[in-house]
Structures are given as structure tokens and as C-alpha cells.
């Protein structure tokens, strides 16, 4: 008979081994990540470049990768830590070792598993206790670097802009009011090496993220086609006196059984005077006849999000005022499509969606048309300050009018990627001309 210490010390080992074993994320190839890695060593002069995983899983949600760190790993371990060294072009990963209990209820990581350095193309991979001793040995030069990301972090939710503006809104509250984790690392670097030169690697980083690679373009284009499908789930389970709720939960199941691990961001799904609320997530009203719904809504599938925004009629017919708005804004967005192409600055989608209106006789209703935010590995995707559309960029068009005291706002969002000569839109599978959303509506069964 086996004992029971035994018999657990067995039964640990096989569970570790089985959910240790770290394969190329799904929609990658394995050499994706050391691409990644060699590039952004190529565009450092000197130095080590540091990038850390996420602490771990908090709320009720599946455990996300931070951005920057899987982008250069496709490593889901928490709590690890990336070294890269540009002068040889090795990069090493430090993870914590778990205890055999935490190998248990959670399963391995990488350090479990014989084979994670080849398959994530490393030098070597170590306890993540080893690190500042590592360091040490590399960091003695009066001339030494170390790249850090000082800059915010970005989720799949929020930019890197928004993580800094809601730090600040959380720190009016002065019990609230404390470092990042990003401003912690900076600083203990600077008391263990003060030596050394911190440099922010953000702008390399970025540089890179902005121009998506062909595999990240499949996984785009299949999330587009998956996203639209939700939306189009949502849009015939709508009818008056259904709750924005039951929308939500259409469009969440068609995003889970294709293979996303949820929406890019929180719904956001308004009827009626909630159409109004930019990022209204509450979806809790009941919507009535002769009112519009606006859902805005993307799915998250392999790291990588999509945006979509559709508006329209709860009862399946929009009113006449209603057209004349929703016209106004679709000729708008349809005008700043046809402008993107490579070379394109905000100011020429401003001047073609002008003279394409006037040329319509088309009154714009104030909306002047720009070129929106690109969507990646974050819906509202990392971007230079004075943006050029590039081949390779995805961006999402979202022009929208609001008259709150009419309780009637309107959007119409897609996410196209950038071509050679034009753009593709990757969420066109969503009806979006008036005569497709009422032909669609109308098979609706109550």
C-alpha cells in the first residue's frame, strides 16, 4: 500500500509535470517572441533591458499577462522577470519557485518543465531569487545601463494614459496615494545600483507594438470576424422590455466558444438616455420600444483586442429623426475609411471627410472625422504622440453624436487594419447601412 505522503508527493508530481508544460501561445509560432526580443535589442545601444511579469491574478477574472512582458516571452508565469543583454543578444527569465502545495492548486510553471527554454528560445531560465545576484554580476561597469519601463503599464482595458490618469484620480484620496509598482522598481533599482543609468525602454517598445506582425494580423482578423458575430448575436436578442444585460450575455457566449478569454473591455451596452454615457457599463436598464441601443464591444483573443461600436432601433425601425442622425455619422465614418492609407496625418482625414461631405450634400452635424486610436495587444493600443498611419497599423473609427436631452446618442465604430495602399476593415461581418440592421432585426423571433 502506498502512504498517503507518498501517494500526494506522486500525485503533485504528475500534476505539475502536466500543467507545466509550457507550449507556443495559440495563434503564434515559437520563434515569434525571440523576433520580438531581437528587434528591441537591436534598438538599444548598450546596457540590460528588464521587463516584469504580473505580481498575479486579482478579482474574479482569468489571469492576463502584463502587455509588455508577454509581448516578449508569450510567457504567462506571474511574477517572473525578464533580462535581455543587447551586447550578446541573450535573454534569461527568473520565475519563482513554487512550493509543492501552490504546484498543486495552480500547477507548475516554467521552471517544471525541462523542455520551457527551448521552446521559449532562452538562454536560460532561473529561480527568480537568483536575479539580484545575477544582476550583480553584470551591473559592476561605471558605464552600465538598465532599461526599465518607467512609463505606465497598459491592460487589455486601458491605455498607458489611462493607467496614469486613474493613479492620479486614485491618489486624491491621500490614503490611496502611493508609488506603482513601475515608480517601486525604478526606485529600489536606483538605491541597489546607483551606479547604474535607468532609461525608459517604453518608446522602443512601443515603436515596435504599433506595427502589428503578420501573426498578430491572423489572430486580428480572426477576433474581428468572432467580435462581429457576437454583436450580430446581441443585436437579434434585443427587443423592448429586455434588459442591456441579456445583450451582453449573447455576445459574451459567442466570444467564449471561439476561443477568447472574454470581452477586450467592459461591455458597454445603453438603451435609451444611456446611449449617452460614453463608457456607461452598468447595462442594467430595461429598454423600451422606439428606443436606440448602443453597444460597444470586442473580444480579447490571444492577447490581442477588438472594438466594435453599433447603434441601433430596439423596436426594428429607426424614425425619421433618428435616420437623418445615424446617416450623418455612418458617411462620417465611411469617409475617414476610405481616407486611411499609409502616410495619412489626423488633419488630411479632417480635410477628405469634409470635402466628401460637401461633395454628398451631406451635413455632417458638427463631425469632422479624425483617425481614431489603434487597437492591439490593449483596445486603446500604444501610439506616438503626433500619429502617421503605417502598413501594419490596426486602428478603430468611432465618430458619434450626442443629444442627451433627447435621450439619443449614436456611434458606429470599426477596426481596420492599415494596407499597402488603403485599409481593411477587419469587423465589417457587423451590419452597420440602415436597410442591413432592419433586415436583420426584422428575422428577430419574440
Same mark, same amino acid.
Not at 104 to 126: F, P, T, V
Not at 168 to 181: E, G, K, T, W
Not at 302 to 309: P, V
Given at each position: 500500500?502506498?502512504?498517503?505522503?507518498?501517494?500526494?508527493?506522486?500525485?503533485?508530481?504528475?500534476?505539475?509535470?502536466?500543467?507545466?508544460?509550457?507550449?507556443?501561445?495559440?495563434?503564434?509560432?515559437?520563434?515569434?517572441?525571440?523576433?520580438?526580443?531581437?528587434?528591441?535589442?537591436?534598438?538599444?545601444?548598450?546596457?540590460?533591458?528588464?521587463?516584469?511579469?504580473?505580481?498575479?491574478?486579482?478579482?474574479?477574472?482569468?489571469?492576463?499577462?502584463?502587455?509588455?512582458?508577454?509581448?516578449?516571452?508569450?510567457?504567462?508565469?506571474?511574477?517572473?522577470?525578464?533580462?535581455?543583454?543587447?551586447?550578446?543578444?541573450?535573454?534569461?527569465?527568473?520565475?519563482?519557485?513554487?512550493?509543492?502545495?501552490?504546484?498543486?492548486?495552480?500547477?507548475?510553471?516554467?521552471?517544471?518543465?525541462?523542455?520551457?527554454?527551448?521552446?521559449?528560445?532562452?538562454?536560460?531560465?532561473?529561480?527568480?531569487?537568483?536575479?539580484?545576484?545575477?544582476?550583480?554580476?553584470?551591473?559592476?561597469?561605471?558605464?552600465?545601463?538598465?532599461?526599465?519601463?518607467?512609463?505606465?503599464?497598459?491592460?487589455?482595458?486601458?491605455?498607458?494614459?489611462?493607467?496614469?490618469?486613474?493613479?492620479?484620480?486614485?491618489?486624491?484620496?491621500?490614503?490611496?496615494?502611493?508609488?506603482?509598482?513601475?515608480?517601486?522598481?525604478?526606485?529600489?533599482?536606483?538605491?541597489?545600483?546607483?551606479?547604474?543609468?535607468?532609461?525608459?525602454?517604453?518608446?522602443?517598445?512601443?515603436?515596435?507594438?504599433?506595427?502589428?506582425?503578420?501573426?498578430?494580423?491572423?489572430?486580428? +482578423?480572426?477576433?474581428? !470576424?468572432?467580435?462581429? &458575430?457576437?454583436? *450580430?448575436?446581441?443585436?437579434? #436578442?434585443?427587443? %423592448? /422590455?429586455?434588459?442591456?444585460?441579456?445583450?451582453?450575455?449573447?455576445?459574451?457566449?459567442?466570444?467564449?466558444?471561439?476561443?477568447?478569454?472574454?470581452?477586450?473591455?467592459?461591455?458597454?451596452?445603453?438603451?435609451?438616455?444611456?446611449?449617452?454615457?460614453?463608457?456607461?457599463?452598468?447595462?442594467?436598464?430595461?429598454?423600451?420600444?422606439?428606443?436606440?441601443?448602443?453597444?460597444?464591444?470586442?473580444?480579447?483573443?490571444?492577447?490581442?483586442?477588438?472594438?466594435?461600436?453599433?447603434?441601433?432601433?430596439?423596436?426594428?425601425?429607426?424614425?425619421?429623426?433618428? +435616420?437623418?442622425?445615424? !446617416?450623418?455619422?455612418? &458617411?462620417?465614418? *465611411?469617409?475617414?475609411?476610405? #481616407?486611411?492609407? %499609409? /502616410?495619412?496625418?489626423?488633419?488630411?482625414?479632417?480635410?477628405?471627410?469634409?470635402?466628401?461631405?460637401?461633395?454628398?450634400?451631406?451635413?455632417?452635424?458638427?463631425?469632422?472625422?479624425?483617425?481614431?486610436?489603434?487597437?492591439?495587444?490593449?483596445?486603446?493600443?500604444?501610439?506616438?504622440?503626433?500619429?502617421?498611419?503605417?502598413?501594419?497599423?490596426?486602428?478603430?473609427?468611432?465618430?458619434?453624436?450626442?443629444?442627451?436631452?433627447?435621450?439619443?446618442?449614436?456611434?458606429?465604430?470599426?477596426?481596420?487594419?492599415?494596407?499597402?495602399?488603403?485599409?481593411?476593415?477587419?469587423?465589417?461581418?457587423?451590419?452597420? &447601412?440602415?436597410?442591413?440592421?432592419?433586415?436583420?432585426?426584422?428575422?428577430?423571433?419574440?
Amino acid at each position: 500500500m502506498i502512504r498517503k505522503a507518498s501517494f500526494m508527493a506522486v500525485l503533485v508530481g504528475l500534476l505539475s509535470a502536466l500543467m507545466a508544460q509550457v507550449q507556443a501561445p495559440a495563434g503564434y509560432s515559437a520563434s515569434e517572441f525571440e523576433r520580438r526580443r531581437l528587434a528591441l535589442m537591436e534598438a538599444t545601444e548598450n546596457g540590460l533591458i528588464i521587463l516584469f511579469a504580473s505580481p498575479g491574478n486579482s478579482g474574479a477574472g482569468h489571469f492576463r499577462q502584463d502587455n509588455d512582458f508577454y509581448y516578449f516571452t508569450g510567457c504567462e508565469d506571474a511574477n517572473a522577470i525578464l533580462v535581455m543583454i543587447p551586447a550578446t543578444k541573450d535573454s534569461y527569465l527568473f520565475v519563482p519557485q513554487k512550493t509543492d502545495r501552490e504546484k498543486m492548486m495552480e500547477g507548475g510553471n516554467s521552471l517544471d518543465d525541462q523542455g520551457a527554454r527551448e521552446k521559449l528560445r532562452l538562454k536560460a531560465i532561473y529561480p527568480v531569487s537568483y536575479f539580484d545576484e545575477f544582476l550583480s554580476r553584470l551591473s559592476g561597469r561605471q558605464d552600465q545601463v538598465i532599461y526599465l519601463r518607467l512609463s505606465p503599464e497598459d491592460s487589455v482595458g486601458e491605455a498607458r494614459s489611462e493607467t496614469a490618469l486613474f493613479q492620479a484620480r486614485r491618489s486624491r484620496n491621500p490614503y490611496n496615494d502611493q508609488l506603482s509598482l513601475n515608480q517601486f522598481r525604478a526606485e529600489r533599482f536606483r538605491q541597489l545600483y546607483p551606479a547604474a543609468q535607468l532609461k525608459d525602454i517604453t518608446p522602443q517598445i512601443d515603436a515596435l507594438r504599433m506595427i502589428k506582425t503578420p501573426e498578430e494580423i491572423a489572430i486580428l +482578423k480572426q477576433n474581428g !470576424r468572432v467580435s462581429a &458575430e457576437a454583436v *450580430k448575436k446581441a443585436m437579434v #436578442a434585443s427587443r %423592448p /422590455g429586455a434588459f442591456e444585460y441579456e445583450l451582453e450575455a449573447a455576445a459574451v457566449e459567442v466570444l467564449l466558444r471561439n476561443g477568447c478569454r472574454g470581452p477586450a473591455y467592459p461591455p458597454i451596452i445603453g438603451s435609451g438616455p444611456n446611449t449617452c454615457i460614453l463608457h456607461y457599463e452598468k447595462n442594467n436598464r430595461a429598454m423600451q420600444a422606439g428606443e436606440l441601443v448602443l453597444m460597444d464591444f470586442g473580444g480579447d483573443l490571444n492577447y490581442l483586442a477588438m472594438d466594435i461600436t453599433r447603434t441601433w432601433p430596439v423596436s426594428g425601425k429607426f424614425s425619421e429623426e433618428q +435616420k437623418k442622425i445615424y !446617416r450623418a455619422v455612418l &458617411e462620417v465614418q *465611411k469617409a475617414c475609411i476610405e #481616407a486611411f492609407k %499609409p /502616410g495619412v496625418t489626423g488633419r488630411d482625414v479632417q480635410e477628405y471627410v469634409a470635402r466628401k461631405m460637401k461633395e454628398k450634400g451631406i451635413d455632417p452635424l458638427g463631425l469632422r472625422g479624425g483617425l481614431g486610436h489603434l487597437v492591439g495587444m490593449s483596445v486603446h493600443d500604444v501610439q506616438s504622440p503626433e500619429l502617421v498611419l503605417r502598413e501594419g497599423m490596426v486602428m478603430a473609427i468611432e465618430p458619434g453624436l450626442y443629444y442627451p436631452e433627447k435621450n439619443l446618442g449614436i456611434r458606429i465604430e470599426d477596426t481596420v487594419l492599415i494596407t499597402r495602399d488603403g485599409c481593411e476593415v477587419l469587423t465589417a461581418g457587423v451590419p452597420k &447601412e440602415i436597410d442591413e440592421i432592419e433586415a436583420l432585426l426584422a428575422r428577430r423571433k419574440f
